[in-house]
Every structure is written in C-alpha cells, then in structure tokens.
C-alpha cells in the first residue's frame, strides 16, 4: 500500500461529503460509494474519547477488501461567514509504527518550554526544555508546587495568572521576570497560559508555553536606557553637569560606580591640548557615583587631576578610541590597581573589589575630551559584549553634549570679549545729561545677543543717546552688532537728523544682508535701534525708532509715562519710512531707554514689563546708579534669557546765561560788529584769555557765510564744558579745507580754525547749515 495522506470532508451530521483520491488509494472505496453515507460506518471500531475531545488520533478504518487499517486522523473545522462550524476537514495518514506520536513529539521537542499544571499548582507535565530552563528532570518534579521550581524567580505572578486561567476559563499572556540562578542577572520569559477542559468542558489543567525573551528583554532595557540618556543627558550647556548626568543615569542600573574624568583644556575655553612628552594621560575628575554611600570606590576627589599610565584600562581606552573591556584577572588591570597606592589603600580598607571594569572614551566630532570609567563590584555578573555596546553609545551621546557645552563655552567667552570690546569702555563727558549704565549677557544657553548702548557727544554741547539689538546671538551678532555701533556714531558725527539718521542705518542693514555669501536669508539679518538726540539748550528730545521699544520718561515731579511714538519697522526691512518725535523736557527729567530683554521673558509680555519699569522708575531712589541696580533688581530673574542693556539719563539745561545768539545781516561791515559782541559777552563771562583766539573765529566764520552763504544769518557762543562758536546761514553747501597756494590772497581761514580750536564742523540744519567751533575751558571756568 502506498502511504499517502488522504483528505475526506464530514458535514456536522457525520455524512461524508467530499472524498479524495488520496482517500480513494488508502481505503479502496471510490467517492460515488462513500459520499452521502455515515462517516461511522467506515470505522472497525469506535474511537478513543480523547481522539474525538482532541480531533486527532490513531483509529481503525475498514477497508473495501475487509481488512482494517491504521490510520492517523486529524480533523479541522470549515466555518462559514458568521464563524459557525458547518463541518470538518479530515486529513489520514498511515503513522509509523513504534514511535511516540506525533502530538507526544512535538511536545518534548519543543523549543520553547511546555508544561501543564493541575488546578492546585502542581506540576503534572513538562518538556525537555523546561526542565533545561529549571535545571531538573520532568521525573523530579511531576506532583511538586510550581514554586519548587528555579530560585529568584516570581512565582507569586505565575500562581496569580493560573487561578486567574481556573476562575475564568479564559487564556492570559504575561512576561515574567526572575533569576535563575541566585544573584545572577534578571531573565525574562513571554507566557501564555491556557485552560485545559474534559470532555464535559470542566478546566481540569492549565497549559502553559513559555519563552526565554531575555535577549529581548535586555535590549528593550539598553533601548529604555538610551531613549533616558536622551531626555536626561545634556540639558545644560554646562560639561559638569552634563557629566554628572552621565554618572547618575548609569548607577546603580547598570554600574556599581561609575566616574567621568575630562583633560583639563576641556574644562577651559581653549583649543585642544595634545599634553605631548608627559609619560601619562593627566585627567581631572568632573563627576561620579556610587551605589553605595559614601563612594567608597572612588580614590580620586571631585575636582582634583589624576595621571593615568600607558596600561590603564582608561588611558587604552583614549589611545585607541574604542571602549576596553577589563577587570580583575587582566594583567594590565590588576598592574594598574596594585601601583596606586590609594586605591591599593581602598580595596584593604573597604574591601571594595573590582571584578569587572568598563573604559569608554568621550569622544565626539574626531576629539577626544576624557573618559567614563564604570565598575562592577557587588553585583556577580561582568560586563558583557552587549554592555560594551551600551557604555561606547551612551559615552558616544554624552560626549556631543560635553563637545556642545565646550563650544559653547569657548564661543560665548569670545563673543563676550569681543562684545564688551565693541561696548563703550567709558563714556564721553558732557554737560546735557547725566547718564548711568548697564549691560547683562543671557544667564541662559541662548548665547551672547546684539545688545548695545551708547552715548555720543554732538556739537552744540547736544547729546545723542542710542540703544539697539542685533536679532539672534553668538559671534555673529556681536559683530553685526559692532558694524551697526560703528555706523551709528559715523552718521552722528554727521549731525543727521534722527530719522533720516534711521534710513540710512537701515540702508546699511539691507546692505550687510545682501553681501553675505553662505546662502542665508536675508531676513535673518534684522535688528532693532533707538536713537535719541537731547539738546540742552532748547531743553528739546529728539528722537525715532526702528522696531525698538520706546522710551519711558520719568518727569521730575515724579510722573512716569511711556513716550508716545512710531515704532517704525525694524532695521533690514528697506524701503520703509521712519517718523521722528519731538518733546520738550524739563530739567532733571530721566529718560530710560532699554532692549527687550528687560522686559519681555517666557513668562511675560512686554506690556506687563513696561508695568513693572514704569513702577521701579517710580521709586524714589538716591542716584541713578542705584535706579539701575532697582530696575534690574525688579524686573529681571536670576538668569535671564535674553541680554539686557539699560541706559538711563537725567537731563540737565543750559540756561539764558550760558547760550547767547545775535542775528545778523549780510553785510561784511557787521563783521566787526560780530566781533565786538561775541569779545564783550567773553568778558562778562570772565573768558578773557579766549578772546584773541574768539574773535579770530567768529571774524572768519562770520565773513564766510556773509560771503558764500545767505540770510539769515546767526551767531550763537555757548559756554559749557567747551567754549563753543555756531555760525549758521541760509545755505546748505558745507565748507570744506583746502591747502592754499603761497601767493594766494585767500582760502586759509578754515585752516587756522581748525588749528586754534579742538574740533570743528558743521550739520545741515531745516534752514541751511551751522558751522560750529569748540574750544576747551579748563576746570572751574564753565559751569553746568
């Protein structure tokens, strides 16, 4: 006979209707005399009870000729649309003779370890692997509790699970945890537990099929290590820290102690160090723990430097740039141990021994920065390869935020050296205001901004006062931000007026922006600027703004408001105007002129921090140095997020007796005239030594302007810290030096104006221009 299978399918009846050729060749009967009759009838006898509870089975089929043969049965339910059972698929085959079955095979053979379990817990079954797993034959636990099973593992979850399967009928699947061997490392299974039923459908047993998912549960555990090590390793820009944060997400989880130690040029804002020709690798310790209290393992103190000879496990670790496996038993390691005298001290006094060493080197974008170093001392299992891959990428990660935090470092002390460089170092002297000062870099990773400040001394005895932000921070804004103070100080020496002033910085910006090379949005380049001009005089502020919060004015009756003025569109827009403003001041005003970062934060908005200013300028104070320090003190948190500059001025006046003017008419005649005017007011002024001098200047500026200039005509002396002589006509062609020849009757009277005075100039005025002189006055003979 020919031992094929065989396929017949029985509807729910038990008659047969399908029939194969297979079952054609195995039993003789053709498919016309078998379908539609009982499938009963083609049985020598009945089948065992359990072959039908189980739907497979060796039964007894009777052959055509009469004899009966043997044949392996398993049978499969059809089902239709709605999940019912409408009949069965039943495969044959002839089984082997004297082998265990099938079902008794695939039981012991099993990969994964079977084994079924009374209702009471005892064990009635298990394959050969699950005795491999517990380390004892099937023939020594069969009728013994589960719990008798390996040591260190949880069997309270595994009986819970059970009398959960027994009450309910209904299959669970759980992973479970424990050791197999007292100690050792955590081993996790996958197990699905099912209920066993008796004909009568009673749950008689519990199945269950268990899976050694260790090297998976392992690898979910490096994996839930380093997603931690992503939210917890780096969060400041600081190396210290970032290191401590290394240590204590590694102990006690998966070290015993665990250091960090960096080359000391890491610590500072410098390039690397190769520290050639010492015959060791000196490191400075920056962090570590232990899982025991005290740090018994640690031999080295925080802060302090260590030298590390060629051998060490940490110096192999820098050399080579892959993280060394060692321990106890490696020749290099125990040599290292026993040389040092303090950790040779520690392992007497603490009996702290090291069974298992882990050296991975810090390393990020081709720079070595140090090294981490982890130990295993009272746990019993060493570091494994998979532990190796562990520590190289958590070291790996930690050493980019350790580079980030270096870089930083570095970066901002250069942008702060180079920012307090382009900052005014000292402030001119000037009679118009008195100011008082004060600039904060961010406390914050932001970096170093583009804030500045800055007061310029105008003719005239004005004062430009100027504050502004450079969008964005680091290197790049400090230096934009000293172009545009450069820029600034160039268009006041100008004497432009505030708002054309603000379109020509604006000019400038839209011109940086499109000369850079590297791609960049020209957008990106932006700043914002206020520039204020403050003549004591006429007691007159002048001022526009690009972008740049207004001013707030404190009067000196006490009342304190914010300066109604156009915004105007931030510097680098182009093409848009800006809108001057004109107060006029009392003497002993303050005007307070600030950046953003005083009053805006996470926290609140700018309204609410123009609240907060108006309230500290409010405040009685005892000078203005100390309304600075009130000002910040109110506004700003320990470490603000931004950079903050303040500048705070107190204006002062000039009065009737400090400023004379004389209109005068286009006849060369009055040129004496002048003279005899400004020589006399000189004399009241008790300036008698500046006539000579005075009246050579008022003599030539004066004739100028009668002869190239037009009405009207004006001469203005103002006694302030300077001696100054304005000159002013209808006509807006300025002056300029020239070199005359040696028979030339004219063009050397600009020429000794600027020899005789300290500076000279002149500025486009609404009707012409001012050609203005200054001479000095020594101490005590102005006053203010």
């Known amino acids: 006979m020919v031992h094929v ?52 089975g060796v039964v007894g089929v009777r052959h055509r000729d009469g004899h009966t043969v043997e044949l392996a049965l398993r049978a499969c339910p059809l089902r239709d649309d709605g999940a019912g059972v409408t009949a069965f698929l039943v495969t044959a085959s002839v089984p082997a003779l004297l082998e265990p079955s099938v079902a008794e095979q695939t039981f012991q053979q099993a990969s994964v370890a079977l084994c079924a379990f009374d209702t009471e817990g005892r064990i009635l079954r298990l394959n050969a692997t699950a005795g491999r797993e517990v380390g004892r034959a099937e023939d020594k636990l069969v009728g013994r509790d589960v719990t008798e099973g390996a040591p260190d593992v949880d069997y309270e979850l595994y009986l819970r699970h059970q009398a959960e399967v027994v009450r309910t009928g209904a299959p669970v699947h759980f992973e479970g945890y424990g050791s197999p061997e007292p100690g050792g490392r955590e081993h996790a299974w996958n197990v699905e537990m099912w209920p066993i039923r008796d004909a009568s459908g009673e749950v008689v047993a519990v199945g269950t099929a268990s899976f050694d998912s260790s090297e998976q549960h392992w690898a979910r555990q490096r994996l839930a290590q380093l997603n931690e090590a992503a939210e917890t390793i780096g969060t400041t820009l600081d190396v210290v820290q970032t290191a401590e944060e290394l240590v204590g997400l590694v102990v006690p989880r998966f070290a015993d102690f665990a250091s960090v130690d960096l080359f000391d040029w890491v610590l500072r804002p410098q390039e690397p160090d190769p520290g050639a020709g010492q015959p060791g690798v000196v490191l400075r310790r920056v962090a570590h723990r232990s899982g025991t209290a005290g740090t018994p393992e640690a031999v080295v103190g925080l802060g302090s430097v260590d030298t590390y000879p060629p051998f060490s496990p940490p110096v192999r670790a820098l050399t080579d740039g892959l993280p060394v496996l060692s321990g106890a038993g490696d020749p290099d390691f125990d040599r290292w141990v026993s040389g040092h005298d303090a950790r040779s001290a520690r392992v007497q006094e603490y009996g702290v021994a090291v069974h298992s060493l882990l050296a991975a ?13 982890l130990v295993r001392a009272l746990r019993p299992d060493a570091y494994s390869a998979d532990d190796v891959a562990l520590a190289e990428e958590l070291a790996s990660r ?6 980030n935090a270096r870089r930083y470092a570095r970066e901002r002390a250069t942008a702060l050296t180079l920012q307090r460089s382009l900052l005014p170092q000292r402030l001119p002297g000037q009679a118009a205001v008195e100011v008082a000062h004060r600039y904060l870099p961010a406390g914050s990773g932001a970096g170093v901004g583009g804030d500045w400040f800055d007061v310029i001394s105008l003719s ?78 006429s007691r007159c502020l002048s001022l526009a703004a690009a972008g740049h919060p207004p001013p707030v004015l404190r009067r000196p ?46 926290d609140r908005d700018a309204d609410q921090g123009t609240a907060e200013l108006r309230r500290a300028l409010r405040a009685p104070s005892r ?88 009405p009207p005509i004006r001469l203005r002396l103002i006694r302030d810290r300077a001696l100054i002589c304005e000159v002013s006509d209808g006509s807006s062609t300025s002056p300029h030096l020239r070199r005359a020849h040696v028979y030339d ?22 009707a012409g221009k001012t050609i203005w002189a200054e001479q000095p006055l020594p101490p005590g003979r102005y006053e203010r």
């Open 557 to 602: 009756d006490g009342a304190v408001e914010l300066v109604a003025m156009s915004a105007g569109p931030p510097l680098g827009i182009g093409g848009l105007p800006f809108e001057a403003r004109e107060l006029e001041l009392d003497e002993g005003s303050v005007i307070a002129l600030y950046t953003d970062g005083l009053i805006e934060d996470r």
């Open 745 to 766: 009757e004219g063009g050397r009277g600009l020429m000794l104006v600027a020899q005789l005075t300290q500076r000279w100039g002149s500025r486009q005025t609404s």
């Open 398 to 403: 930690a050493a980019v935020y350790v580079d």
């Open 623 to 710: 000078s203005l140095e100390a309304t600075c320090d009130a000002v910040l003190k109110s506004l700003l948190p320990e470490r603000p997020s931004d950079d903050v500059a303040l500048l705070l001025a107190r204006t002062r006046a000039l009065g009737a007796d400090q400023a004379v003017t004389w209109d005068l008419p286009p006849d060369p005649e009055h040129v004496a005239v002048a003279r005899k005017n400004a020589t006399e007011q000189l004399v009241r002024w008790g300036l008698d030594d500046e006539v000579f001098v005075t009246e050579l200047i008022v003599s030539e500026l004066v004739t100028n302007a009668i002869r190239y200039g037009g």
């Open 361 to 373: 080197p810090l390393r990020a974008r081709g720079t070595t920065l140090g090294v981490a170093v």
């Open 5 to 56: 299978d065989s396929v017949a399918i029985v509807d729910q009846g038990g008659i047969v209707i399908g029939w194969s050729d297979g079952a054609r060749e195995l039993t003789g009967y053709a498919p016309e005399e078998v379908v539609g009759r009982e499938a009963r009838k083609l049985l020598a006898d009945n089948p065992p009870g359990d072959a039908v509870t189980a739907l497979h």
């Open 460 to 537: 005239g005895g004005r004062v430009a006062l100027v504050v502004g932000d450079v969008v964005g921070h680091g290197l790049h804004s400090s230096a934009t931000m000293g172009r545009l103070r450069t820029a600034v100080r160039t268009l006041a020496d100008v004497d432009l007026p505030p708002d054309e002033l603000m379109t020509h910085l604006d000019d400038l910006v839209v011109h940086l922006a499109t000369e850079k090379s590297d791609g960049e949005d020209i957008a990106e380049l932006c700043a914002t600027c206020l520039y204020a001009v403050y003549d004591p005089v």
